[in-house]
């Protein structure tokens, strides 16, 4: 089951009002006029989740088109802080639509938008996957892999992060079904495979994304740890013969 993330981030004082958050830089996914993301082929949405600072009565709604003949998605619960930089919290607030996933219409514009009063500006986002349908259950062997990757992240920017398995995958064909990657800041990641077909090389890739501090953020060089749970297919192999 396919599926990818598009990404909202800005430190801003939206001051009690809804303003629309600007799209991170993306590589995969079109942006345009800054706050749009164009809706990509995977057109349903199966979770979305957002920061949004928390000194006042805070709000946030994914708007698009489609979502208007009815009412825009409400985002809730949200993650957030009083006059600081909203960080994921422990557990994460994810709002799961993978049961019964939001359709809206391959290339029209999304926004991600927010309300909030902070005194100052503060880093605030929000966060939506998209697939192509209810994601099913896994069907297969499954197990668990590590691998080690490491690159200077830049902030609210995807990052193409290299990364190597520790041990050699089995040959043949694997299907990546999620990751983890423990890391000092907060940081948003998907996969990117580095090629198709049967695996012969332990190589991969996955983009990642840091997230704004406080009122700045650096990059960072940290060692990128990711564990895999991998369902594997089984190979068949076609042949023919002729009888004279």
Known sequence: MPFTLAAWAQSVNPAGVFVSLNAVPDQVLTITNVINVLVPPLNRVIAHAAGVETTAAQQARLAAPSRRVLVLQRV????????????????????????????????EAATFDIQSTPAAVQAQWGLVWFADGPIAPIAGQMFTA????????????????????????????????????????????????????????????????????????????????????????????RSSSTST
């Open 76 to 107: 809730a619960p949200t993650h957030g802080n009083a006059a600081a930089a909203s960080l994921p919290g422990d557990p994460h607030k994810v709002n799961d639509l993978r049961a019964a996933p939001l359709p809206m219409i391959t290339g």
């Open 146 to 237: 590590r691998a080690t990757g490491a690159v200077a992240l830049v902030v609210l920017t995807w990052t193409l992060v290299p990364i190597a398995f520790s041990e050699s995958l089995p040959r043949g064909r694997s299907s990546r079904r999620g990751s983890s990657s423990p890391a000092g800041r907060p940081r948003r990641r998907r996969g990117a495979p580095a090629r198709s077909g049967p695996t012969p090389t332990a190589t991969s890739s996955t983009r990642c994304s840091a997230t704004a501090g406080s009122a700045t953020g650096a990059s960072s060089r940290t060692p990128r740890r990711h564990r895999s749970s991998v369902s594997r297919r089984p190979r068949t192999r």
